[in-house]
Nanobody, 123 residues
Framework: QVQLVESGGGLVQNGGSLRLSCAASGRTFSTYAMGWFRQAPGKEREFVGTISWSGVWTYYADSVKGRFTISRDNAKNTVYLQMNSLKPEDTAVYYC????????????????WGKGTLVTVSS
């Protein structure tokens, strides 16, 4: 059974940093695109960023570009989200996503979802 488990969320001050991790189990995702979405209170889930299976290519939402960095370790079946210069508007539940197609992932319909980890940025 495939599982994606996020960790690293928590409370951080405005301007601070956090690093989220998403560990996958149940199968190897070394040839899959991996990414992150987030959902703020009262809002729809939105795309944050994605990374290709090789880790060479990344793409980010404009709202996080230059502040967030996605990386992956295929040997550990894990994807990371380094978040710097956090703002109160980054407060959300962050979800890990995995799909064989980066386009499908970015469309918001990935094959696999994690259960999310809460990030709260205080002002």
């Amino acid at each position: 059974q495939v599982q994606l488990v996020e960790s690293g969320g928590g409370l951080v001050q405005n301007g601070g940093s956090l690093r989220l991790s998403c560990a996958a189990s149940g199968r190897t995702f070394s040839t899959y695109a991996m990414g992150w979405f987030r959902q703020a209170p009262g809002k729809e889930r939105e795309f944050v960023g994605t990374i290709s299976w090789s880790g060479v290519w990344t793409y980010y939402a404009d709202s996080v570009k230059g502040r967030f960095t996605i990386s992956r370790d295929n040997a550990k079946n894990t994807v990371y989200l380094q978040m710097n210069s956090l703002k109160p508007e980054d407060t959300a539940v962050y979800y890990c996503a995995v799909d064989g197609s980066v386009q499908t992932l970015m469309s918001g319909r990935p094959e696999y979802w994690g259960k999310g980890t809460l990030v709260t940025v205080s002002s």
